[in-house]
């Protein structure tokens, strides 16, 4: 058989019959470009003539002899047909043509005859455009070889073309990685075409082409929806859709995302959704703590209130009861429930000097603030437990401290710290284990303390960092509120991990100075 210039892949009729052409006529190619060159391989008198006949025609040719230089010229970029004869010493040539074809895949490589007809469909099985008889007319070989030329041509167009097609979808494949929002495309029907990075880790989509039924194990609840899937309908329906759903997938438990799909119509009339998905945890999250920090803050300044109304009454009746004491004689009945009252005036003038400090440190300015060392704010709040508190039965460690520097005001950090530490020790009466280490994580100072005390019960843990909110006989419950409004003041986090008889961990998160 013959493979003929035209349809790649098409056979046509015995090599003894050409294909139709138009004697003399040169095929149409365009714009007018230069030849590549032809090498013609062999020293057979038809491999002689065949070279002749193209180079009176005009085009470029080049010679070899034998396999080993026709390999030494693959590497030319400017080469453009290879014409082979059907034994050429050095190699069998369903061999080379394999060799050739891998060397260089785009050159267009002709059989020179005659040859079997059962070995012409294994030469073009192998890599070969097609096989030229040993006596097709002069001109029917030079229209032969330019049409392979301008076939060539195409094909490296296309070769170009598709390059940058490839470079062009891994370029927006590589924005799409960096969005912060999962991005999916699918067909009407549902099967996903694309997904972007971040949409298969929200949805814990594998790496590769996704199976047809992908969106349907997705749990997607809200607004009557069960799974992913059913979306495309109320897109299809509407041209759009959008909302606040929760998203959950292989049992995990779920969490928010903003949800918003449209469809996209291709020139050929074809429909494809487009699907956007964005977590709302971490915004969710800020959005708590925003709020959460305004309630204290509120609860705060009525604390304030509370505290200069309490002042002046309480300082009256401090005053009375020490008049008392002197002018009542002591077998007087009323000496009796002095002390009580004395005790309870003093009492509640702690819970005022709490409310103060509470209020003094939560308002240092940030003009105040400046870069501080982590290890000598934590070393202060360590020298001032020591202090007030007798430590002899707890074993206090202290891990890894980095040397790191942050932004603050120091004795509002101090403070801060010193509270979670009284906190830890206080939590353990009967001694135990008190651990403080620090360390870097992802750009930000983590400061962790851990106590092996009687831990804090699930149903107390939403209500630490409130006003007044203590299990303790003494003070106003305002320690921990203290230590949540400096971190917030700071732009830190503060997270408790707790669990009862097993301990307490608090763990403090910083940013580093200069960020």
């Given at each position: 058989?013959?493979?003929?210039?035209?349809?790649?892949?098409?056979?046509?009729?015995?090599?003894?019959?050409?294909?139709?052409?138009?004697?003399?006529?040169?095929?149409?190619?365009?714009?007018?470009?230069?030849?590549?060159?032809?090498?013609?391989?062999?020293?057979?008198?038809?491999?002689?003539?065949?070279?002749?006949?193209?180079?009176?025609?005009?085009?470029?040719?080049?010679?070899?002899?034998?396999?080993?230089?026709?390999?030494?010229?693959?590497?030319?970029?400017?080469?453009?047909?290879?014409?082979?004869?059907?034994?050429?010493?050095?190699?069998?040539?369903?061999?080379?043509?394999?060799?050739?074809?891998?060397?260089?895949?785009?050159?267009?490589?002709?059989?020179?005859?005659?040859?079997?007809?059962?070995?012409?469909?294994?030469?073009?099985?192998?890599?070969?455009?097609?096989?030229?008889?040993?006596?097709?007319?002069?001109?029917?070989?030079?229209?032969?070889?330019?049409?392979?030329?301008?076939?060539?041509?195409?094909?490296?167009?296309?070769?170009?073309?598709?390059?940058?097609?490839?470079?062009?979808?891994?370029?927006?494949?590589?924005?799409?990685?960096?969005?912060?929002?999962?991005?999916?495309?699918?067909?009407?029907?549902?099967?996903?075409?694309?997904?972007?990075?971040?949409?298969?880790?929200?949805?814990?989509?594998?790496?590769?082409?996704?199976?047809?039924?992908?969106?349907?194990?997705?749990?997607?609840?809200?607004?009557?929806?069960?799974?992913?899937?059913?979306?495309?309908?109320?897109?299809?329906?509407?041209?759009?859709?959008?909302?606040?759903?929760?998203?959950?997938?292989?049992?995990?438990?779920?969490?928010?995302?903003?949800?918003?799909?449209?469809?996209?119509?291709?020139?050929?009339?074809?429909?494809?959704?487009?699907?956007?998905?964005?977590?709302?945890?971490?915004?969710?999250?800020?959005?708590?703590?925003?709020?959460?920090?305004?309630?204290?803050?509120?609860?705060?300044?009525?604390?304030?209130?509370?505290?200069?109304?309490?002042?002046?009454?309480?300082?009256?009746?401090?005053?009375?009861?020490?008049?008392?004491?002197?002018?009542?004689?002591?077998?007087?009945?009323?000496?009796?429930?002095?002390?009580?009252?004395?005790?309870?005036?003093?009492?509640?003038?702690?819970?005022?000097?709490?409310?103060?400090?509470?209020?003094?440190?939560?308002?240092?300015?940030?003009?105040?603030?400046?870069?501080?060392?982590?290890?000598?704010?934590?070393?202060?709040?360590?020298?001032?437990?020591?202090?007030?508190?007798?430590?002899?039965?707890?074993?206090?460690?202290?891990?890894?401290?980095?040397?790191?520097?942050?932004?603050?005001?120091?004795?509002?950090?101090?403070?801060?710290?010193?509270?979670?530490?009284?906190?830890?020790?206080?939590?353990?009466?009967?001694?135990?284990?008190?651990?403080?280490?620090?360390?870097?994580?992802?750009?930000?100072?983590?400061?962790?303390?851990?106590?092996?005390?009687?831990?804090i019960p699930a149903e107390q843990l939403a209500n630490i960092y409130n006003p007044f909110f203590t299990?303790?006989?003494?003070?106003?419950?305002?320690?921990?509120?203290?230590?949540?409004?400096?971190?917030?003041?700071?732009?830190?986090?503060?997270?408790?991990?707790?669990?009862?008889?097993?301990?307490?961990?608090?763990?403090?998160?910083?940013?580093?100075?200069?960020?």
């Amino acid at each position: 058989m013959v493979k003929t210039p035209g349809v790649e892949g098409e056979l046509s009729r015995p090599a003894a019959v050409p294909p139709p052409y138009q004697a003399g006529k040169r095929p149409e190619t365009g714009a007018r470009e230069t030849h590549r060159p032809v090498m013609v391989a062999g020293s057979t008198q038809a491999a002689r003539q065949c070279a002749a006949t193209l180079t009176a025609a005009g085009v470029p040719v080049r010679r070899a002899r034998n396999w080993t230089q026709i390999l030494g010229h693959l590497e030319d970029e400017d080469l453009g047909i290879l014409i082979l004869p059907a034994r050429l010493k050095g190699m069998g040539l369903l061999e080379g043509l394999r060799l050739v074809r891998k060397m260089n895949p785009i050159l267009a490589l002709l059989v020179l005859g005659p040859l079997p007809l059962e070995s012409q469909g294994e030469v073009l099985r192998v890599g070969a455009e097609g096989v030229l008889p040993e006596d097709l007319p002069a001109p029917m070989l030079v229209d032969w070889v330019r049409s392979y030329e301008q076939r060539q041509r195409i094909r490296r167009e296309n070769e170009r073309l598709r390059t940058r097609i490839l470079e062009s979808e891994a370029y927006l494949a590589r924005i799409l990685d960096h969005l912060d929002e999962g991005i999916i495309t699918t067909d009407c029907t549902g099967r996903v075409l694309a997904a972007n990075q971040v949409a298969r880790q929200l949805c814990r989509l594998p790496t590769g082409p996704l199976p047809a039924q992908t969106l349907e194990g997705i749990t997607f609840t809200g607004d009557g929806l069960h799974n992913l899937a059913q979306t495309l309908e109320r897109i299809l329906e509407a041209g759009s859709y959008e909302g606040r759903f929760l998203l959950s997938t292989k049992g995990e438990p779920p969490f928010p995302v903003y949800f918003r799909g449209s469809i996209h119509r291709l020139e050929g009339g074809e429909l494809e959704t487009i699907l956007v998905l964005r977590d709302l945890t971490a915004q969710e999250e800020l959005e708590m703590r925003v709020e959460e920090s305004e309630r204290l803050a509120a609860l705060g300044q009525i604390a304030a209130g509370m505290a200069h109304e309490i002042r002046n009454p309480l300082m009256s009746v401090g005053g009375l009861v020490r008049r008392l004491e002197r002018h009542l004689s002591p077998d007087n009945p009323g000496q009796a429930y002095l002390p009580s009252i004395r005790e309870n005036v003093r009492r509640m003038e702690g819970m005022v000097r709490e409310i103060d400090e509470y209020l003094q440190y939560v308002r240092a300015a940030n003009d105040q603030f400046r870069e501080l060392h982590l290890e000598n704010v934590l070393n202060a709040a360590l020298a001032r437990l020591q202090s007030d508190l007798n430590l002899s039965s707890l074993l206090l460690e202290t891990g890894f401290i980095a040397k790191l520097q942050i932004r603050g005001e120091g004795s509002s950090l101090t403070e801060m710290f010193f509270q979670i530490l009284l906190n830890a020790a206080e939590a353990m009466p009967e001694g135990g284990i008190l651990r403080l280490q620090a360390f870097q994580e992802e750009g930000k100072a983590v400061i962790q303390v851990e106590d092996s005390g009687r831990g804090i019960p699930a149903e107390q843990l939403a209500n630490i960092y409130n006003p007044f909110f203590t299990t303790k006989m003494t003070g106003a419950g305002m320690g921990l509120t203290k230590v949540y409004m400096i971190a917030q003041q700071h732009r830190g986090q503060i997270d408790v991990e707790s669990r009862p008889q097993r301990g307490t961990i608090f763990t403090v998160r910083l940013p580093l100075a200069g960020q």
